[in-house]
RNA sequence: UCCUCGAUAGCUCAAUGGUAGAGCACCCGGCUGUUAACCGGGUGGUUGUAGGUUCGAGUCCUACUCGAGGAGCCA
């Protein structure tokens, strides 16, 4: 698939040493120039990389030098150079430059390359995703998003979107972004599930992934109000095929990652060790193990409560990889969740885990496929029956085992960087109060 | 909503209750291999807001505003 554009005037940094002993044209903003009298460096991006230009007074003459000398930074130009190996550079080219132009000089740019405060950062998160770091994240999450893709694809999934305007709260325990639908009350998806059970037993095994809103006051390094979520569902799997497909699918995932970004890995400082040791299959620990589990670690916790964050550090810190937690108790799950037949105070849903204190990621499990024990969840539930006629008649009509799961994109990409806030693994994260840029 | 912490130059931070400072950015000058380059000089302040204590408040007290981390909820 490797095309060479030869045609093409431009090159891209990244495929610089393509190029060693030829004259190429790259294009881009100036990162930073360091100046010694008769020689300058100018370092350049372009969003693939960076490379060194390398002027020498004598060679490009006073008015190449001079030109050069007005460039700020962030400074956007065109430059012109025979590429050349050069270990003391960074990325190990350089640009011996030979032509120079200037397409827009830029104003006095706020962001240096000294440290600045993440208030400072986030009122400028449009100018922040320009450097190394936040690079480095945003093409790692574009290579997850792509390999959850390719993971489904490759596994004859369907992609079948969910509606984002919804007219009814999916699990009625959130508080949802409230929409004027033409004089009807309508929401924002917090989950695209119920459908998603639809699409399955139209297509047999789908998946969605969009956008995601949830309206509660949450402040944490965790949490969004808007995030992005892969939701899949399988007609005919049960709680253990659910679980099979989905570490399948997150190993999948790091792999990729580990082939196609190292580089990217190195920026943030990465350990990678922590995400070459994980090997299939995933650790699974049932609630009540967990339990005992955070009883013998000192914890103060009663059976038939919910985990909570700090448990859920504890919980995944015991292993090196991510951990199913299956079997949670009846009462503290969504009324969608089939029990267990050989225990029904608990159900056959499973979270995951991920290591290194990066807690839920993926929240999934197996469906309540008996009409009559559906409807008695959302009786209990206190739900509106009416807005859930069409979800009961999938039981009425060829009702079949199945089940599905939620995976967070940002929580993935935050472990998979290694990174200590959520708000970094989306170019415009929407949290609480803050929607600027 | 609750708990904890914070707010000083454009940025990151100093300053026993006693003249408000440094580094970076920016401007000027110097330097032919720099790696957040370096060296010399310069510009830059209503110390978040309002009030109080004091001879004297960036510093102590009160209220408020804004922000950060955490709890709950969850992906």
Known sequence: MERKW?????????????????????????????????????IVRDGSGMVQGVMVKQEVGDELFELANTLTQESSL???GVVREEPRSIGGFELQVTGLEVVSVAEEYPITHKEHGV?????????????????????????????????FYQR?????????????????????FELDYHGEKAFLSQSGQLYNEATAAALGRIYCFGPTFRAEKSKTRRHLLEFWMI??????????????????????????????CRQELKTLER????????????????????????????????????????????????????????????VIKAFYMKPDPNDPKVVLGADLLAPEGYGEVIGGGQRIDDLAL?????????????AFEWYLDLRRYGSVPHSGFGLGIERTVAWICGLDHIRETIPFPRMLHKMYP
């Open 271 to 330: 350990d990678v060790s922590k995400l070459e040791n994980i090997k299939l299959p995933f650790p699974r620990i049932s609630y009540t193990e967990a339990v005992e589990l955070l009883k013998k670690a000192g914890q103060e916790f009663e059976w038939g409560d919910d985990f909570g964050a700090p448990h859920e550090t504890i919980i995944g810190s015991h292993f090196d990889a991510p951990v199913f937690v299956h079997r949670y108790p009846t």
């Open 78 to 80: 065109k430059l012109t």
């Open 119 to 151: 208030d400072f950062l986030a009122e400028r998160r449009h100018l922040w995703i320009r450097t190394p770091r936040q690079n480095a994240i945003l093409r790692i999450r574009s290579e997850i998003e792509h390999a959850f893709r390719d993971f």
């Open 231 to 260: 939701e899949a569902e399988m007609a005919y799997f049960d709680v253990d095929d659910n679980m099979k497909l989905q570490e399948e699918m997150v190993f999948y995932v790091i792999q990729r990652v580990l082939e196609r």
């Open 6 to 42: 030869h045609f093409l005037a431009t090159e891209l940094i990244k495929n610089l040493a393509r190029h060693v002993g030829g004259e190429v044209t790259i294009q881009g903003w100036l990162y930073n120039v360091r100046s010694s009298g008769k020689i300058r460096f100018l």
């Open 156 to 176: 004859d999934f369907v992609l079948a979107d969910s509606p984002i305007i919804t007219p009814a709260a999916c699990e009625g325990t959130t508080t949802l």
């Open 374 to 386: 559906l409807e008695k969840r959302i009786d209990e539930h206190q739900l509106p029956r009416e």
